[in-house]
């Protein structure tokens, strides 16, 4: 069992930044495979970006490829997401995701994941 909790959301202007950060207690933090999700109002979980349990590979959307950067800090157990460019289409509840498995492939299919956030808010005005 993990434990995850987002934080860093918030109301931002249409070109500004934000950097979310999931924190994880419970379990071994490398052990785990990562992910970032996305759902907007009326609207199905997307994935956004992975990343391997060593922090080697990443794998991003094509729609925030080149604006988003995910990473990871095994030591501190926690998942980053560093947003820059932000548009009034990524105003949405970000979710971290993680599965126990040490894959060198970073995950894009969410029901690969067995563990969820809550979910931080992230809001975007034009």
């Known amino acids: 069992q993990v434990q995850l909790v987002e934080s860093g959301g918030g109301l931002v202007q249409a070109g500004g930044s934000l950097r979310l950060s999931c924190a994880a207690s419970g379990r071994t933090f490398s052990a785990f495979s990562m992910g970032w999700f996305r759902q907007a109002p009326g609207k199905e979980r997307e994935f956004v970006s992975a990343?391997?349990?060593?922090?080697?590979?990443?794998t991003y959307a094509d729609s925030v490829q080149g604006r988003f950067t995910i990473s990871r800090e095994n030591a501190k157990n926690t998942l980053y997401l560093q947003m820059t460019g932000l548009t009034p289409e990524d105003t949405a509840t970000y979710y971290c995701?993680?599965?126990?498995?040490?894959?060198?492939?970073?995950?894009?299919?969410?029901?690969?994941?067995?563990?969820w956030g809550q979910g931080t808010q992230v809001t975007v005005s034009s």
């Open positions: 995701a993680a599965v126990e498995f040490r894959s060198f492939v970073p995950m894009r299919d969410r029901s690969r994941y067995d563990y």
């Open positions: 990343i391997t349990w060593t922090g080697a590979r990443t």
